[in-house]
């Protein structure tokens, strides 16, 4: 089966991000986030093992008060329960994908 990310809604109605959950089963969860330079994913948490890989651009992920620069190959961790934030401080478009292993 074939999944487009361009198929599933915006999640999000915040201004400056495009959050499109596009693959979903009892194994796994896979979202596309889109970050307009300036925007954030503000703090939040997921009962999910989760992994965060940048497209491209660059981001900065803040976890339990510790920040981390990403960029473009780069991938993160999250555990389930840790407070995390995304952020896109820089002057370029961000894209990531988030796959939470159930």
Partial sequence: MLYKASDSPN???EKGI??????ES???IIAQITLEPGSKLQKHS???F????VVYGQVEVEIENRV???????LI????GQI???ANNSSNLARVLVIKIK
């Fill in 26 to 28: 009892d194994k796994a």
């Fill in 11 to 13: 999640l999000i109605e």
């Fill in 50 to 53: 989760a992994l965060l890989y």
């Fill in 68 to 74: 981390y620069t990403l960029s473009e190959s780069e």
């Fill in 18 to 23: 495009d959050a499109r959950r596009f693959y």
């Fill in 84 to 86: 995390h934030s995304v």
């Fill in 77 to 80: 961790e999250f555990y389930p």
């Fill in 46 to 48: 997921s009962d999910e």
